[in-house]
């Protein structure tokens, strides 16, 4: 299944378009997979960056408040940072605090998934279009909204853990401050 997604992806001219339309398909489904293990599989196990990023930023979206349209960006993983609830509870019952873990995890996925694509890969181009790009070793192009500072990290990741502290108390669990740590 991961190999024909990645392939579905890459055989349109614009690989960015068919990973949206394909994301718009798949996520009603991800929504309904019943146990976060089988949720962290599936997107762990994604061969396509671009699609994964899509399926994320769809799922970051859906638990936002207040929903952006901004391209995808590292400006935009801030705003999911501010603007995120706990993701929607999905079948299984879980305790608060493990949501937030999945939360978490998810962030820094997104984070990463977002950083391979279009930093490295060039993969918001087409497949014969790549080729050119790698060969002449240029460098993927940053959008505006990519250059973010120092502060502004740490601002948000502070308002976060507010968020955090008001709704688990503290100390947080282990694995909530080891996820933390690598998020920041």
């Known amino acids: 299944l991961q190999r024909m997604l990645a392939m579905a992806v890459e055989v349109d001219r614009s690989p960015t378009c068919s990973s949206r339309k394909i994301a718009d398909d798949i996520f009603p489904f991800i929504l309904n997979i019943p146990l976060r293990s089988q949720r962290e599989a599936l997107l762990n196990t994604m061969e396509s960056q671009l699609l994964r990023c899509r399926l994320l930023e769809l799922l970051f979206q859906h638990s936002c408040d207040m929903p952006t349209t901004s391209a995808m960006s590292l400006d935009k993983v801030l705003y999911f940072l501010s603007h995120s609830s706990v993701l929607p509870q999905f079948q299984d019952e879980t305790a608060t605090w493990q949501r ?9 996925l997104l984070l990463l998934s977002y950083h ?69």
């Open 100 to 108: 937030w873990d999945e939360m978490l995890q998810y962030l820094s």
């Open 116 to 184: 391979t694509f279009p930093l490295a890969e060039h993969l918001r181009t087409s497949v014969s279009d790549r080729m050119k790009l790698i060969a002449q070793k240029a460098k993927p192009r940053l959008q505006d909204s990519d250059d973010i500072s120092q502060l502004d990290i740490q601002l948000k990741m502070n308002d976060f853990i507010t968020r955090m502290q008001k709704t688990l108390g503290e100390p947080f669990p282990p694995q909530i401050q080891e996820k933390l740590f690598l998020l920041q």
